[in-house]
């Protein structure tokens, strides 16, 4: 069985810390990954005690270069999906700064970005 949003990204946003994962459905592998968290990305910001769109911009540049080491810069044709709504809705955040930041700086970086839309889900309240 072949999934056709085989490659999405994942955000965990904290007031702390930023990270950004793209995930390969099929088998369920982490193919790319980076956060606020690695030393290098963490030594070359200025959050002190919160992170910002600068750092959720520099965690996105950061994801875009690995994955075009891993050769997936068009998601093998079909894209790296990105839901923004559910990523804001999963912390409960007002404010999509960050989320929009790293996705992007992803699209700056070359990468094919998919978004999906889910107006049609009336379950979803619209920011």
Known sequence: MTVLKRYVQRMFISLKYITANVVDRNNGRIVATASTVEHAIKNSLECGRSCNAKAATIVGEVLAMRLKVEGL???????????????????????KTKV???????????IRVVL?????NPSRPSY
């Open 116 to 120: 999906e839309d889910d107006e049609d």
């Open 73 to 95: 810069e068009q998601g093998q044709g079909r894209g790296i999906h990105v839901d923004v709504n559910k990523e804001v809705e999963k912390k409960g955040f007002k404010n």
């Open 100 to 110: 929009w930041s790293v996705v992007n700086a992803l699209k700056n970086n070359g």
